[in-house]
């Protein structure tokens, strides 16, 4: 077992990712074996699953309890998510209120083409907001399992990652207080928008970029779905989607010039495109209604190499981001979680490192898997809208071919489902 590292005299000018907090103000210091950051699904995963294995934790988050609880986020969970999440007693709720989907829907052409994936593979997609997952996880975390969870923290900056002594800084939100958590390591699970990824100095870490030049008009309606799966519209005029999140209230997607702005989508605009690009010869009616979010997505995508520094260790959207194009993003937060809990769990409490050693690698290798795939299937969903005569006649190609041949439907049908993964 990792014992606790002797805490050094802190430096009265650093502040700094590889130095220790500022002493010149007010500040209350604190002992912890690891530092979680960010409370989305992967914090909560990993901070469980030391809850569960006697490691003392506490996980910092910027936001309130009822805003991480009510955000709305993706909804889709692959199957062996869900088995390891009711393996290790974190399913919640989700048993009894998920929805298991066994079947897609591709429209083009005029026509409707459904991919029975549960016929070919056996096994579904669960749809269940990130909301209720996230509400579940923070309940057996902090109302079951007693763990530490600190809502509203300002000012978070990350200390001593080149050392054994890392440490963690924040601002107390009703105090004003500086707090200081010394720790063994630190696990970046704070987002896109977290500070974690950008205490990695530069010259630690590669960042890959991609952007797709392509926008997406994210749409949530008080309606209930028209059909019992989800449906890609695949249209001259942009790609269209729809993705059942509970029986009153449906997810629309519409493709749209990157940076467009949400005002210039009315509520008749906004119908008028999503009965043309999802309409198909035999189709039934899109059930219209109140929208009750608009907003625009850059499709774009990101990965940190590698995902560890000294001892910090990036999982989710900090490390890596994925459009929801494939809706893979919750589900590689939760791949990360179980891997990167299962090797904090095993280093702290039997010493064994080589779980940290390979998190790295064994993460961004589904990552890459999962980046090439969403990367396949946005060439589908934008290339009869490119302008490009012929990208639109391979787009074709493709999608016939999905229809078409055994080997290419069970090939889609893995990389869809995550069949391949290790859990």
Known sequence: MISPSPSPSPSPHSNSASGEARTDERRTDERRTVVVVGAGPAGLAVGNILRAASVDCVVLETESRQFIETRARAGVIEEWAVRELA?????????????????????????????????????????????????????EYADVRGGDIRFGVRDVMLHGLDTDRPSVSYRCPDTGERRLLRCDFIAGCDGARGVTRDAIPEQHRRTARQDDGIGWLALLAEVPPSTDCVLFGVHPRGFAGQMPRSPEVTRFYLQCPPGDDPENWPHERVWTELRERLGAAGAPPLTEGRLIEKRVLDMHHYVVE????????????????????????????????????????????????????????????????????SQWLSDIYHGLASGDPFRAGTTLARLRRLFSSPVAAAAFAEQYLGTASSY
């Open 87 to 139: 393996r290790r007693g974190l399913a919640g709720r989700l048993p009894e209120r998920a929805e298991p989907h066994s079947a897609c829907e591709f429209r083009f052409a005029g026509e409707r083409y459904r991919f029975p994936y549960a016929e070919l593979t056996g096994r579904h997609h669960y749809v269940y907001p990130q909301p209720l997952l996230v509400t579940d996880l923070v309940r």
């Open 306 to 373: 590698p995902l560890a520094h000294g001892r910090l260790f990036l999982a989710g959207d900090a490390g890596h981001l994925v459009a929801p194009i494939a809706a893979k993003g919750m589900n590689l937060a939760l791949h990360d979680a179980f891997l990167l809990g299962d090797a904090l769990a095993a280093c702290v409490t039997r010493g064994e490192r080589s779980g940290l050693a390979g998190y790295s690698a064994a993460s961004l290798r589904r990552v890459w898997d999962y980046q090439e795939f």
